[in-house]
Nanobody
C-alpha cells in the first residue's frame, strides 16, 4: 500500500502562484511514477501532469502546459506541483496519484490522496 497526503492548497488571486506537495509513505517512493489530477465543481476528474519514478520524464495537460511544473524529491518522498499564472478556471480539488509507471498513472492509478482544494479568485 501507498499512502498519499496532499497539502498546499488555498485561496489565491488570479495571476498568483501556489505550490502543492504530496508526501508518500508505505512503499519505496522512488519505484513509483506520480501524477496530479484535479476535479472542478460539477466536472469530471482530469489529468494535470505526470512524472516518472526517476523524475526524468514529465508530461502535462495542454491546459496547464507552460504554467504548471511537476517535480519530485525522492529523498523526501514528495512530489510537487508548482502552479503559476493561476486562472479562475484552475479552481478545483487537486489530487496526487501513484502507480508503477506513467501509463498506469494516466489511465487508472492504484493509489490516490484525499485532495487539497485550490480556489482562484478573479
Amino acid at each position: 500500500q501507498v499512502q498519499l497526503v496532499e497539502s498546499g492548497g488555498g485561496l489565491v488571486q488570479a495571476g498568483g502562484s501556489l505550490r502543492l506537495s504530496c508526501v508518500a509513505s508505505g512503499r519505496t517512493f522512488s519505484w513509483y511514477a506520480m501524477g496530479w489530477f484535479r476535479q472542478a465543481p460539477g466536472k469530471e476528474r482530469e489529468f494535470i501532469a505526470t512524472i516518472s519514478a526517476s523524475g526524468g520524464d514529465t508530461s502535462y495537460a495542454d491546459s496547464v502546459k507552460g504554467r504548471f511544473t511537476i517535480s519530485r524529491d525522492n529523498a523526501k518522498n514528495t512530489v510537487y506541483l508548482q502552479m503559476n499564472s493561476l486562472k479562475p478556471e484552475d479552481t478545483a480539488v487537486y489530487y496526487c496519484a501513484s502507480d508503477l509507471d506513467e501509463t498506469r498513472v494516466l489511465t487508472s492509478p492504484r493509489y490516490w490522496g484525499q485532495g487539497t482544494r485550490v480556489t482562484v479568485s478573479s
